[in-house]
T-cell receptor, first 114, second 115 residues
């Protein structure tokens, strides 16, 4: 079975500061990993995904994530937070097969202080 | 290009009443998903369609939930009768193919409140 754990249900940073959202996964097979963002009253939007190619994945809006197998982690980072980054962020995992489904974490709400 | 369309956006009903949600996926996407998102949680898959065939409905509570995608395009999710615990956001998503490597595009969801 696969699962993800997002550490911290709420993270608050100052505008311009580093954003770090933590995600650890559990998978018995090489995983596919995803980060999604959800703005208020909207659906989820894919930020980036890891599919066993480069371990450092760059996504939209200046976000990136690094796959670390030894730590079973896939943390999301952005060097400088912007007010528009305030949203809910979900880490997710799948086994990549055609029949697999994506398992989502419980989410981390990111707040940006002016 | 239009995204995934869902209606209604909000629905308030009393318990034991029926309710239905509608989803129109992105044109050309043959895979359609219905997810349940409880407050403070990530989405959980209810059912996945490949064209008009439900290929994964293992998490759909079949005693009260039903879904259909008759022509392999738009889809309807129904609850009958609704219970208090069904209050949540119901998300629809679509993708070009069924593998999890295909990006899923999500609609804005229907927020259901059961009183």
């Amino acid at each position: 079975a696969q699962s993800v754990t997002q550490l911290g249900s709420h993270v608050s940073v100052s505008e311009g500061a580093l954003v770090l959202l933590r995600c650890n996964y559990s998978s018995s097979v090489p995983p596919y990993l995803f980060w999604y963002v959800q703005y208020p009253n909207q659906g989820l939007q894919l930020l980036l995904k890891y599919t066993s190619a480069a371990t450092l994945v760059k996504g939209i809006n200046g976000f990136e994530a690094e796959f670390k197998k030894s730590e079973t982690s896939f943390h999301l980072t952005k060097p400088s937070a912007h007010m528009s980054d305030a949203a809910e962020y979900f880490c997710a995992v799948s086994d990549g097969s055609s029949a697999s489904k994506i398992i989502f974490g419980s989410g981390t709400r990111l707040s940006i202080r002016p | 290009e239009a995204g995934v369309v869902q209606s209604p956006r909000y629905k308030i009903i009393e318990k034991k009443q029926p309710v239905a949600f509608w989803c129109n996926p992105i044109s050309g996407h043959n895979t359609l998903y219905w997810y349940l998102q409880n407050l403070g949680q990530g989405p959980e898959l209810l059912i996945r369609y490949e064209n008009e065939e439900a290929v994964d409905d293992s998490q759909l509570p079949k005693d009260r939930f039903s879904a259909e995608r008759l022509k392999g395009v738009d889809s309807t999710l129904k609850i009958q009768p609704a219970e208090l615990g069904d209050s949540a956001v119901y998300l629809c998503a679509s993708s070009e193919g069924g593998g999890s490597y295909n990006e899923q595009f999500f609609g804005p969801g229907t927020r259901l409140t059961v009183l």
